[in-house]
């Protein structure tokens, strides 16, 4: 089964798009909520600060009592309790009243600021104050950071540590989140074997099946790995097996135009096969298809078109699978060498990008791993232009702009 | 225990520099590797591909037995055998012959090109070709890649995808990288209790109990939290326990000046404070010290300051640690307002870039957490500056640049 056009990337996407599955939610302790994303809108429990606290160690006093205060013309006060960081006290402050405070408790009654212990002379249980304060000063007032029942974070949200300390003092420990997706990766290639120092005649090692793995996690997905050979029946026995257990299902191997098409036959028989074929390069032998409502990405076998195909494709749909507001984000940059590309596809050309620059990795063949070794972004190059001039502005794909 | 000036930040750096301690080797499977830090050189076992590989789908040929062909002058071929991937043939191609061959499979001797399936039509054991190849033709030639013994990786490179499908193809499932700083983080303070939504009064939740934790992890390191109180003795023992199972300790609290100080005096019992106090805003009382040999980064008890002094003092050494050649490298960028600063210290300006301009947050408080979630950069202003006028250039430290 052969879809004989290839169609453009947009078309991919498109497709993708009205297919978009989406993971299920659970419930984690924040401990464990890192690069996960929010399954809820977040509403504070209470205020932050919950209390005016002390932003100093000192003294809690009525601002006016110190106005005027210099070490010649000191102000004095009683100090009547100490409030140690967690303690409360039930004091009040009146005038001429002091009460000594750490460094995050909360300000007793009457009192609106905070002298610096080192502002301050102690002898028994007064204390001389050599430096006027105003109100409020020292002092972090409650709700500074948030309010109770403010929309701390929204659903959608990825939780980067930022995101896990807000959760934490809007008072979550536990939190709703999208489940991590799980992908079967099923490397199909008779000739294929476990890397070692032994390769027998006719083999390579199996590379897709370690850089599947890794690839799916920098996108924020569990993978399960399996190597199947070139059979018909092993693979459609696998895939029926794969979407049972699985989010999504990868396949490399067998999706090449010409050859038995082995994968990409075995998915038409369990589902439908979406498109065959995408108008990009590296990496046109691509097909997608839904089993049993599972998505089935069929990504070549060699290596460098399998990793293109990924990143372009398969990322795309993972990350959103999470429910992340996730799309290609290209920057400008400009381009270090001249760089040829045909109409009527996109090439996603690797290349090593600095903050001003692009420069294209030269090694172009689908085998050559050493290009995607060397090579921190595409430059995505629209299959209406033809190509980019030495020195012209260009879009670039930064890999670091791709993962969780 | 204070050592009273506070030091500039690039002798922190070197302070840091000079005590920089690193993680030992281990050898993992090839499945565990992605983000992990290469520890040996790797020469490639074999060259890539192992042998001249067919990249299409055809017949192996003598190309100058097709010169001249075309579909009203074909060339005729018998077929003399059939290459699956993964198996070889011992038959010789001689003039006229062909042998059917897969994408993959090695190009049987005598053989020097492949014609395209679909330029040839099959009849019994015979084809015809309508169309010449070049001598090379879809052939992949031997060591187009690598070569037997190149060095393909270096020790001290990050594991990515491309890094990890490098390590395959070259013979390896195996890879000797660097352990996981293996990080106890403990978070001290009285006035702090598990977040949930019944606050006791004067208390607030521990937030940094799970910021730390995520923090460690986007460095790469493994984390183990604890909550201790304010009191010397437990946080010595604390402290003396971590060294002995931990790569590394990060505590937060008891650092400000005039507080109790009680973690920098239990670190000051325990070993060496070798500083306490650095010229930066926010995150002015951290203190590092040596226990037992082990890294101590003490810092603030308030979120906002202990994210800072961790993006700039602990994430810094941790990602070091694992012998990754890591430094802050900041990009220009457009700064989108004016930003106050005083000179003789460095700033940390929490910021939103793209990839053209920056915007400092507005809120910059040490409590106010929303000011990290709204951030995805710090603008940086060294001690020399006096702040930065709008729509002046900047340093920009991006988030993303500092993670694995």
């Known amino acids: 089964m052969f879809l004989s056009e290839l169609i453009p990337v947009r078309d991919a996407f498109r497709i993708l ?12 302790n924040l401990l464990y909520a890192h690069k996960r994303v929010l399954a809820e809108d977040l509403k504070a429990r209470f205020d932050s600060p919950p209390f005016d606290r002390s932003a100093m160690d000192g003294y809690a006093v009525r601002a ?23 303690d409360v006290s039930d004091v009040d402050v009146d005038r001429g009243e002091a009460v000594k405070i750490a460094t995050g408790a909360p300000i007793p009654r009457g009192a609106d600021a905070v002298v610096m212990e080192e502002y301050t002379v102690s002898s028994g249980s007064e204390i001389s104050v050599v430096r006027p304060v105003f109100p409020g000063e020292n002092v972090s007032p409650a709700g500074e950071d948030f309010r109770a029942g403010d929309t701390v974070l929204s659903k959608g949200t990825l939780l980067r540590p930022a995101e896990i300390a807000m959760a934490a003092s809007a008072g979550y420990s536990q939190l709703r989140v999208y489940k991590k997706p799980s992908v079967k990766v099923i490397i199909t290639g008779n000739e294929l074997m476990e890397p070692s120092a032994d390769l027998e005649p006719g083999k390579i090692p199996n590379s897709n099946l370690y850089t599947l793995k890794a690839l799916v996690e920098s996108a924020g997905g569990d993978a399960e790995v399996s190597h199947a050979p070139d059979d018909m029946d092993i693979i459609v026995d696998e895939i029926r097996g794969a979407v049972k257990e699985h989010d999504m299902v990868i396949t490399t191997g067998g999706t090449a135009v010409s050859r038995g098409d082995v994968v990409v036959d075995a998915v038409d028989s369990l589902g439908d096969v979406l498109f065959h074929g995408v108008a990009m390069r590296p990496g046109k032998p691509v097909a997608f298809g839904i089993v049993e409502g599972k998505p089935v990405f069929m990504l070549s076998g060699y290596p460098v078109a399998a990793m293109v195909q990924f990143d372009v494709l398969a990322r795309y749909y ?51 791993i050493r290009s995607m070794v060397e090579s921190n972004a595409y430059i995505v190059i629209d299959e209406n232009l033809e190509g980019i001039a030495e020195g012209e502005e260009c879009e670039v794909l930064l890999f670091d702009s791709m993962t969780l």
């Open 17 to 28: 798009d009205e297919n978009q599955r989406s993971t299920e939610t659970e419930t984690l």
């Open 318 to 368: 993972l990350l959103r699978m999470q429910h992340l507001d996730y799309s290609h984000r290209t920057v400008k940059r400009r381009c270090l060498g001249k760089v040829a590309s045909g109409p009527g596809r996109t090439e996603y050309v690797r290349a090593n990008a600095d903050n001003g620059t692009v420069k294209p990795v030269q090694s172009r063949g689908s085998g050559i």
């Open 64 to 86: 006016e009592d110190t106005f005027g205060s210099s070490p010649e013309n000191p102000s004095r006060f009683t100090v009547t309790d100490s409030i140690g960081a967690g």
